[in-house]
């Protein structure tokens, strides 16, 4: 997945030269695809298809830091088989389009919902102070070790030989 800038307008015409301009983030795997989802929403929140409007700019949006672990919360909303609902999950990641890969992964697991039928609302780095979940708080302390669990010791070098006769 790729986060990628639309911007897009309605065709300019001899009544509106200058069109109003809409800027969208849209999360998906090519440029093509982001642009389809751009019509998409677009034609749902004003009136406005691709055939009378069009695209000025696809841009990727890459993030400068991803060496630390941050807090993302990400509102949502989705189209289930009972009806269409609201939700924020909280995710920690090294990047934006990292916890919105978990995002989707944990949305097909536990809710059975499509790719195509989750709309992001917004998404936002949080600290830790306002961290909810149990998943999200179990990591944020500072000392916090993960055993190894399987260690095989290794054979000892006295006891092996070089040259051995077969």
């Given at each position: ?131 909810k979940r149990p998943s999200v ?18 054979k000892s070098k006295r006891f ?7």
């Amino acid at each position: 997945i790729h986060h990628y800038q639309v911007v897009g307008r309605k065709a300019p015409t001899e009544n509106d030269p200058t069109p109003q301009l809409y800027r969208m983030q849209i999360f998906a795997k090519t440029e093509v695809h982001a642009k389809s989802r751009f019509w998409y929403f677009l034609h749902q929140y004003k009136k406005m298809k691709k055939t009378t409007g069009e695209i000025l700019s696809v841009n990727e949006i890459r993030e400068k830091n991803t060496r630390t672990v941050k807090n993302y919360a990400i509102s949502l909303r989705y189209n289930s088989r009972s009806g269409t609902h609201n939700m924020v999950k909280e995710f920690r990641a090294v990047s934006l389009v990292d916890a919105v890969t978990k995002m989707y992964q944990e949305m097909a697991g536990l809710h059975r919902a499509r790719k195509e039928s989750i709309q992001i609302i917004s998404h936002a780095v949080i600290p830790a102070s306002e961290c909810k979940r149990p998943s999200v708080v179990q990591f944020h302390d500072r000392k916090i070790k993960f055993p190894l669990t399987h260690v095989r010791p290794r054979k000892s070098k006295r006891f092996t030989k070089t040259y051995a006769a077969s």
